[in-house]
């Protein structure tokens, strides 16, 4: 064989090699932020998903109050619809809170909250989103998650490793025509992200919260597949003011069941009032 034709085997051979070998890496090269966002949201999560979760949250003194909660979700294609009951302990009993995400983004996510001790159902306000969901780190707007067209994004590194796993670190800002509506609903100024490249799993988070200049501090732990479904079992929000921990909440979840037969009168009011 002639050296030249010797040469152009070998070059055949690595270009192959490394077509077989690492596909991500060229398809990583060629996705925007946005994309690689837009893949995060729509990661398979089942078609419903039932859930136990402990709430534990800490104050700065380092005192905890715990809090067990049962979740129902059921994905309608485009839309989405999830149901909380507090099963403990005595003071938030048979809480319940509902979400309808919508994605049409023309369309604002409707949710609302039932306090036994009123009996009374109320709507949660778009201007309510940002507070405080039962008195956690976590803010409606975070339980119900925000609509990813309505921010810009950009890359901040295009490779760091978190705990051995390679992420992209993606950088959010509110779009300047959208700016005021999601300091409204979100209370955020911009937001960090750290996603993985494997799955297109959210692990890590920093947002800058614009009342009392605060930052809060996302962390995804306990990542393992469930019914081949990517599932994180922990999640840990951490409010800092001025660099100290202030407060933060974890939330434990067990008994995760995915596709299992969810009906669709479960998602009303009246079932809030009910109870579980």
Same mark, same amino acid.
């Given at each position: ?23 991500? $890496? ?65 003071? $938030? ?126 962390? $995804? ?34 008994? $995760? ?20």
């Amino acid at each position: 064989m002639k050296t030249k034709q010797y040469i152009q085997l070998i070059l055949t051979i690595i270009l192959l090699m490394l077509s077989i070998l690492t596909p991500q $890496v060229f398809a990583e090269k060629s996705l925007t932020p946005l994309q690689i966002v837009e893949k995060m949201d729509d990661r398979n999560n089942g078609e419903t998903r039932i859930s136990d979760i402990t709430m534990i949250l800490i104050n700065r003194n380092k005192q905890q109050r715990i809090r067990k909660i049962k979740s129902i979700s059921k994905d309608y294609g485009n839309d989405t619809k999830n149901l909380i009951f507090f099963l403990s302990p005595a003071d $938030v009993k048979n809480t319940a809170y509902m979400s309808f995400s919508y994605d049409d983004s023309n369309k604002e996510d409707d949710s609302w909250l039932y306090l036994p001790a009123l009996k009374k159902v109320k709507r949660i306000a778009s201007s309510d989103k940002a507070g405080s969901f039962m008195g956690s780190d976590f803010s409606y707007s975070d339980i119900n998650g925000t609509k990813i067209e309505d921010w810009d994004y950009q890359f901040i590194k295009t490779s760091q490793l978190v705990n051995n796993v390679d992420t992209w670190v993606i950088g959010g800002t509110p779009k300047q025509e959208k700016k005021e509506k999601i300091l409204n609903e979100t209370g955020y100024l911009k937001s960090l992200m750290w996603i993985r490249k494997d799955n297109f799993m959210l692990i890590k988070a920093k947002y800058w919260v614009k009342k009392g200049r605060k930052i809060k501090y996302l962390k $995804v732990e306990d990542i393992k597949q469930t019914d081949k479904i990517w599932t994180a079992y922990k999640m840990t929000m951490i409010t800092t003011i001025k660099g100290k921990i202030d407060h933060s909440s974890i939330l434990d979840f067990s008994n $995760v069941q995915y596709n299992k037969k969810i009906n669709n009168d479960i998602f009303t009011t009246r079932n809030m009032e009910r109870g579980l």
